[in-house]
């Protein structure tokens, strides 16, 4: 049963690392994510792996029944073992279209620590929001402050002038997954889709 205030259940696409050579805060954190997540009612819509944190926070929102789908390309799913216990697990034929998958089928978007590929996923969405090209929110979770670096990044290209000091307005940063679902509050559901030619 669902205890979330919200008018119904949203679809949360989570980015977030494959390694589990990591800090336990953030192992934990995907956890905790998970499981609220699926007390809440949402869906859980990730990266399709079965390792790192991906597959942390996925086991945990299954161990709690929520639905959880899976999107992962093809060329990965024995690098990032893909799950065979997920809900739904779409296997794509690219990187381009494993986000294009995550995007249209998301409301809204929580970014755990994770390396290259969460930074890709985060800064592109970042970058459709600041292009007008999408509404939905983007909930950066700064666990054990891990993502000051890029949020200093941000702030040096608006201090350079590369970036609108309104877009700090693109997200929202929370510091722990207990803070998520107030951060996506502040946000309405949002239907705003990327027409293809975007992607």
Known sequence: MTTSTDPQPRRIC?????????????????????????????????????????????????????RVTGVIPRFLMNLEVGHGAVSELVVTESMH????????????????????GTLDETLEVLTWSQLRLSSKPVIIVD??????????????????????????????????VDDVFDALAGFPVSTADVSSKWL
């Open 143 to 176: 666990i054990a402050g891990y993502w000051q670096p890029l949020l200093a990044l941000i702030e040096h290209s608006i201090e350079s002038g590369f970036t609108r000091p309104a877009n700090r307005d693109l997200y929202r940063v929370v510091a722990t």
């Open 14 to 66: 989570v980015f977030c690392g494959s390694s589990s050579r990591v800090d336990p805060r953030y192992r934990d954190a995907a956890t905790a994510l998970g499981h609220l997540l699926a007390e809440r009612g949402d869906e859980l819509i990730y990266g399709g792996g079965r390792v790192g944190l991906m597959g942390l926070v996925a086991d945990a929102a299954l161990e709690r029944g929520a």
């Open 97 to 116: 279209d494993r986000k294009a998958v995550m995007y249209e089928r998301a409301d809204a978007f929580v970014v755990l620590p994770g390396g290259l």
